[in-house]
């Protein structure tokens, strides 16, 4: 059977819940004629890169998931749909646990976990972050911060305004050796997972290197209403990946 090492993990577990009173998660809601989650999935489906893609989706809503890949995409023989879990990392290591039962699981394994409401991720950041994966373990897609970043400790004052060059703002893909994921993660303590924002900090936690693939400013993540028609205005301008 041929070997399968690079995974596309697509995050689609969340329920939208800034995005206001809504009857469906926010991966479901429509722009430019689709919903949001099928924007993202083609972009995965048609990079040759990847030798699988999985859909985390909550399990509720994983038949109305696949539904949508029936109608939207021609080509899926490589996308499932499984369900997430409680939370962000347990979700991505769900579909490590999937990967490792069903294909099996080496040190080459790749994965590249990405928001499924981030639906202008283009060819190259994906490429991009399937090489970086590959040859140093882990990567960050991220864009240099433009405003300057301040910090305060009791939400009240400033208390450090750190060098603007040194600054980045996050962005998904994230992406990592599957198995050496796993093994940092399981080796965390509760309280260490409890102040887990991302994938990455499990990396950086235990002292392993992450490093940088440039993003896009226009790679958004759709959270809020005003994202919507960010979104909507990008389509209708002409975005192309």
Known sequence: MERKDVYGVILA??????MGNVEKPKQFM?????????????????????DKVLVLSPKQWIKHTEDLIRRYIPVRDNIVVIEGGSTR??????????IEKNDGLTDQTIIVTHDSVRPFVTHRILEENIEFAKKYGGCDTVIGATDTIVVS??????????????????????????????DLYQSLSKEEKEILTDATKIFTIRGENVYLV??????????????????EALLGGGYHA
């Open 153 to 182: 400790q009791d939400n009240k004052m400033v208390t450090e305004i750190p060098e603007r060059s040194k600054m980045y703002q996050g962005q998904t893909p994230q992406s990592f050796r599957a198995k050496k994921l796993r």
């Open 30 to 50: 429509n722009v430019g004629g689709k919903p949001i989650i099928i924007h993202t999935i083609e972009k995965f489906a048609v990079c040759p890169g990847f």
């Open 214 to 231: 440039d993003g896009e400013v226009f790679n958004i993540k759709i959270t809020y209403p005003y994202d919507l028609r960010v979104a």
């Open 13 to 18: 577990g969340g329920k939208g819940t800034r």
């Open 89 to 98: 990392n347990e979700t991505i290591m769900n579909s490590i646990s999937y």
